[in-house]
């Protein structure tokens, strides 16, 4: 691949600042330089690729990721979970969580073992940077398309196995407070630098308050699978809105959430504690009709994905979309849009240093997009593995 990149002529957003024409340097897979193309010059050496019309961010990063693109993160094999970064790579997701539902201990080491085999295999895709354990410690009231059969109680044991066989992958954990040793396990996790969400969950107020002071610092799919808001029991929900401890993550597709609870979210919580998250199942990016998946027959009919039950079952969409619907549903500026799916999850992972925004010393992860937001090129550490855009 170039080594020594100039992408000219493009407008860029940071995601904080935005210049209508832009340069930014690549070279060996990190930025340069980054900025007004007045103020900078195209060193000899560069290959300089002209963008003109589009616009250049940072890559998405997508904290939950079931899969895409007909595969499932919970078949369990380190090439399935390449086909899921190959898929969402193409929709401008260059980073994200493999994240899981819930199973038997003997399943969950084997998405665990396929993740450790990523780190050693060299692929053209989005980078998966560790698992988001969404279960097995669920509220049976609201295991939405979880297996209600393999919920069980919190087990730090079982967490920290799963840990160990992932080559200490796991990122991030989705449970119900409320079950016995919840709390507990979550202070344990956070100590070994474990993200802890709350979701799937019949808890009421009090107890999610408790648990943000036991290490519990988001919510999952706010809003979908939890126990509702009542007056005089606000629940998570009234946590989630209240407490700004609490980051939210929300799934735009317009299916999940009605716009107006977008625009509630967005004038309480502010865009700095929003992750825009896809929920994407393998059928994603696949025509309308039924898939056997992991997770069991599911239907996708018009942008909807549904289990036997009826149920919803995550969702089709990516973040590109999640983006662009959630603008148009709340109006707001498309720096605060784009910043929920770049540099919120970057930060909330702690890799905002090297990832989630256009800046001179990050990885050189970058979209192009046109004015539409349809991508038509991405580049992940230096390396232009999807789009319309070739090198060759």
Same mark, same amino acid.
């Given at each position: 691949?170039?080594r020594?990149?100039a992408?000219?002529?493009?407008?860029? +957003?940071?995601?904080?600042v935005?210049f209508?024409?832009?340069?930014?340097?690549?070279?060996?897979?990190? /930025?340069?330089?980054?900025g007004?193309?007045?103020?900078?010059?195209?060193?000899?050496?560069?290959?300089?690729?002209?963008?003109?019309?589009?616009?250049?961010?940072?890559?998405?990063?997508?904290?939950h990721?079931?899969?895409?693109g007909?595969?499932?993160? !919970?078949?369990?094999?380190?090439?399935?979970?390449?086909?899921?970064?190959?898929?969402?790579v193409?929709h401008?997701t260059?980073?994200?969580?493999?994240?899981?539902?819930?199973?038997?201990? @003997? =399943?969950?080491?084997?998405?665990?073992?396929?993740?450790?085999?990523?780190?050693?295999?060299?692929?053209?895709?989005?980078?998966?940077?560790?698992? =988001?354990?969404?279960?097995?410690?669920?509220?049976?009231?609201?295991?939405?398309?979880?297996?209600?059969?393999?919920l069980?109680?919190?087990?730090?044991?079982?967490?920290l196995?799963? =840990?160990?066989?992932? *080559?200490?992958?796991?990122?991030? /954990?989705?449970?119900?407070p409320?079950?016995?040793?919840?709390?507990?396990?979550?202070?344990?996790?956070?100590? &070994?630098g474990?993200?802890c969400?709350?979701?799937?969950?019949?808890? *009421?107020?009090?107890?999610?308050?408790s648990?943000?002071?036991?290490? #519990? $610092?988001?919510?999952?799919?706010?809003f979908?699978q939890?126990?509702?808001? =009542?007056?005089?029991?606000?629940g998570? +929900?009234?946590?989630?809105?209240?407490?700004?401890?609490?980051?939210?993550?929300?799934?735009a597709?317009?299916i999940?959430?009605?716009?107006?609870?977008?625009?509630?979210?967005?004038?309480?919580?502010?865009?700095?504690?929003?992750f825009?998250?896809? *929920?994407?199942?393998a059928?994603t990016g696949?025509p309308?009709? &039924?898939?056997?998946?992991?997770?069991?027959?599911?239907?996708?009919?018009?942008?909807?994905?549904t289990n036997?039950?009826?149920?919803?079952?995550?969702?089709?969409?990516t973040?590109?979309?999640?983006?662009?619907? #959630?603008?148009?549903?709340?109006?707001?500026?498309?720096?605060?849009?784009?910043?929920?799916a770049?540099?919120?999850p970057?930060?909330?992972?702690?890799?905002?240093?090297?990832k989630? $925004?256009?800046?001179?010393?990050?990885?050189? *992860?970058?979209?192009?997009?046109?004015?539409?937001?349809?991508?038509? !090129?991405?580049?992940v550490?230096? @390396?232009?593995?999807?789009?319309?855009?070739s090198?060759?």
């Amino acid at each position: 691949m170039d080594r020594q990149l100039a992408l000219t002529k493009a407008a860029l +957003l940071t995601p904080f600042v935005m210049f209508d024409e832009a340069t930014v340097l690549v070279k060996d897979g990190k /930025i340069l330089a980054a900025g007004p193309s007045d103020q900078i010059e195209v060193p000899p050496g560069f290959r300089e690729v002209p963008l003109e019309g589009l616009l250049i961010t940072p890559g998405f990063i997508d904290l939950h990721v079931h899969g895409g693109g007909g595969a499932a993160v !919970m078949e369990g094999t380190t090439e399935k979970l390449i086909e899921v970064a190959r898929f969402h790579v193409t929709h401008g997701t260059t980073a994200f969580l493999a994240s899981t539902t819930s199973a038997t201990p @003997e =399943h969950l080491k084997m998405v665990a073992k396929a993740f450790a085999g990523t780190r050693s295999t060299d692929y053209k895709g989005a980078r998966c940077l560790g698992i =988001h354990l969404e279960g097995p410690f669920l509220a049976p009231q609201y295991h939405g398309a979880h297996p209600e059969i393999a919920l069980r109680k919190p087990d730090l044991e079982e967490v920290l196995t799963l =840990h160990r066989l992932s *080559d200490f992958g796991i990122r991030m /954990i989705t449970m119900a407070p409320e079950l016995p040793g919840a709390q507990e396990l979550a202070a344990s996790l956070v100590e &070994k630098g474990i993200l802890c969400s709350i979701g799937h969950s019949d808890s *009421d107020y009090e107890t999610a308050i408790s648990a943000i002071t036991n290490g #519990f $610092s988001s919510v999952t799919h706010c809003f979908n699978q939890l126990r509702p808001f =009542h007056q005089r029991e606000p629940g998570v +929900l009234g946590a989630a809105l209240l407490k700004p401890e609490l980051a939210v993550e929300l799934i735009a597709d317009g299916i999940h959430l009605h716009p107006a609870t977008l625009e509630l979210v967005l004038k309480l919580k502010g865009p700095e504690k929003i992750f825009l998250v896809s *929920d994407a199942m393998a059928p994603t990016g696949m025509p309308n009709g &039924k898939y056997q998946t992991p997770e069991g027959e599911l239907t996708l009919n018009k942008g909807s994905l549904t289990n036997q039950n009826g149920d919803l079952a995550g969702s089709v969409l990516t973040l590109e979309q999640a983006v662009k619907n #959630f603008m148009d549903y709340t109006g707001c500026e498309l720096t605060d849009a784009l910043r929920m799916a770049t540099y919120n999850p970057a930060r909330y992972l702690g890799i905002n240093k090297r990832k989630g $925004s256009v800046y001179p010393g990050k990885d050189a *992860d970058l979209v192009a997009l046109t004015p539409d937001f349809e991508v038509v !090129m991405t580049m992940v550490e230096g @390396e232009v593995i999807s789009g319309l855009i070739s090198l060759d």
